[in-house]
C-alpha cells in the first residue's frame, strides 16, 4: 500500500493507518459494530479490506444485483466465519454459491499459536505418464497415489520440526480446479519420466514438476520424497541451492548430505511468507549458509 513519508502513515483509500500503533488514525466510515478503529474486526488473519470501507469480510466485489436471499446468506456466512463457527473455506464456499467473490488466498500460509507456527500450503497435484520413457515402462511406476502421498510426506517431514524454540508444523493442502476462485495455489506436475526436478522461483509462479527417475532407474520413495521437497523449498520459500558438504534439503543432487538440518530451518525464516511472525529474519540466504559452513 501507499506509504505516507510525511505522517509516517499508510494510506488505505478511505483513511490511514499507523503501523505502529497497529490502529487507524480515524472512524471506519462503516461503522460496524462497536469499536470504529480496529481493523478486519480484530481479526486480519482471516479478513480483509481492501478499501478501508468494510468490516473487514470476505468480499471483494458489490452485492448490487443479488437477491435478498442470496445476501443474508452471504451475511450469515461473513458473521459465523467471524464467531469461528465455520472455516475460511467454510464461509468462502458459501459466498460463491450466493453469487458474492472472495478475495483468494496465498498458496502459503503461516499463522503463529502460542509456540507453534502453522504452514499451510495449497497444492494443486496432477500426473503425466510418458509411456515411450527409455528407462520407465508404464507398468513399472508406482501409483498415482504413492507419488501424491510421497511427495506430501517428503514435504510435510522435511519441513516439520524444532526451531528456535518453537515447533514448526507444515500441512500440505490438496486443492483442485473447482477451488481456483478461493486460493491461489502450487501447481504439482508429476512426470512419469526421468530427468531433472524443477521449481519455479520467479515471479509470482510457484509450479513444480517432479520427474520419477534418473537414468538410472526410477528413485526410490525416500529419494522422491527428498526431491519433493527441495523442490517446495525452492517454489514455497525462494530458497537457493546451498554449498556442498552442508546437511540440507537444498543441496544439489540426490549423492550430496540431503538430510534435513537446522540450517534448513535458519533459510525458511529469511522467507517473507514468516514476516510477522518470531522466527522471521532479514539475513540474506548466503549469510546463513556462510554461518554453518563455518561450523563444519
Known amino acids: 500500500e501507499y506509504y505516507d513519508s510525511e505522517s509516517g502513515n499508510i494510506y488505505l483509500r478511505a483513511r490511514y493507518y499507523n503501523s505502529e500503533t497497529g490502529r487507524f488514525i480515524s472512524e471506519d466510515p462503516a461503522k460496524d459494530g462497536v469499536n470504529w478503529y480496529v481493523y478486519c474486526g480484530g481479526n486480519p488473519i482471516s479478513f480483509v479490506d481492501p478499501l478501508g470501507l468494510s468490516p473487514g469480510d470476505l468480499i471483494e466485489s458489490s452485492l448490487n444485483g443479488l437477491s435478498e436471499e442470496n445476501i443474508y446468506n452471504i451475511n450469515l456466512a461473513i458473521e459465523e466465519r467471524k464467531k469461528g463457527i465455520i472455516s475460511r473455506e467454510e464461509a468462502a464456499r458459501n459466498i460463491i454459491q450466493n453469487g458474492g467473490s472472495v478475495e483468494k488466498g496465498e498458496p502459503i500460509a503461516v499463522e503463529e499459536k502460542d509456540n ?122 525462494r530458497l537457493n541451492h546451498v554449498r556442498p558438504k552442508v546437511h540440507s534439503v537444498m543441496n544439489t543432487g540426490v549423492s550430496s548430505p540431503r538430510n534435513r538440518s537446522e540450517v534448513d530451518f535458519a533459510l525458511m525464516a529469511t522467507s517473507d511468507v514468516f514476516k510477522g511472525t518470531s522466527i522471521y529474519s532479514p539475513k540474506s540466504q548466503a549469510s546463513v549458509v556462510d554461518e554453518y559452513y563455518n561450523k563444519l
Open 116 to 237: 507453534v507456527i502453522i504452514i499451510n500450503a495449497y497444492v494443486n497435484a496432477n500426473i503425466k505418464y510418458v509411456y515411450n520413457s527409455k528407462y520407465i515402462r508404464r507398468d513399472e511406476a508406482r501409483s498415482f497415489d504413492d507419488y501424491i502421498n510421497e511427495s506430501i510426506q517428503g514435504i510435510e517431514e522435511s519441513w516439520s520440526g524444532q526451531y528456535n524454540g518453537k515447533m514448526i508444523k507444515t500441512n500440505v493442502v490438496l486443492v483442485d480446479d473447482s477451488d481456483s476462485c478461493i486460493y491461489e495455489s502450487i501447481n504439482l506436475t508429476i512426470m512419469g519420466e526421468s530427468g531433472a526436478s524443477e521449481a519455479s522461483i520467479l515471479g509470482k509462479n510457484r509450479d513444480i514438476t517432479l520427474r520419477i527417475g534418473s537414468g538410472a532407474g526410477l528413485f526410490t520413495s525416500e529419494e522422491f520424497k527428498l526431491a519433493a521437497a527441495h523442490e517446495f523449498g525452492h517454489s514455497a520459500f
